[in-house]
């Protein structure tokens, strides 16, 4: 499985970007995709996951009510929609995508995208 993710960029506090994430290879065994970021220094954090058909959002308290993780079909990228965002957002985004079900823990994805960079400025 291949994932690719786009869409980041530089950003002023207050402002939006989306990001995608683009599935490729043997996705058959695929249950459910998420985002997960990583600031300089910091470990890698759970930001949002879905289940690979699109249904049951799942969201990490510190972006609930801002950011917006969703899936048309399971032939569409994923998308994050982000809103409101805010200079503490500032990392790499990572999606990955693996068998089991939800889950905000990194050990629980077996495939990793690329990452891509949201800078926000304050």
């Known amino acids: 499985v291949q994932l690719q993710a786009s869409g980041g960029g530089l950003v002023q506090a207050g402002g939006s970007l989306r990001l995608s994430c683009a599935a490729s290879?043997?996705?058959?065994?695929?249950?459910?995709i998420g985002w997960f970021r990583q600031a300089p220094g910091n470990e890698r954090e759970f930001v949002a996951a879905?289940?690979?058909?699109?249904?049951?959002?799942y969201y990490a308290d510190s972006v609930k009510g801002r950011f917006i993780i969703s899936r048309e079909n399971a032939e569409n990228p994923v998308y994050l929609q982000m809103n409101s965002l805010k200079p503490e957002d500032t990392a790499v985004y990572y999606c990955?995508?693996?068998?089991?079900?939800?889950?905000?823990?990194?050990?629980?994805?077996?495939?990793w995208g690329q990452g891509t960079q949201v800078t926000v400025s304050s």
């Open positions: 990955a995508a693996g068998p089991r079900g939800l889950s905000r823990f990194p050990r629980s994805y077996e495939y």
């Open positions: 879905i289940v690979w058909s699109g249904q049951s959002p």
């Open positions: 290879g043997g996705t058959s065994g695929i249950y459910s």
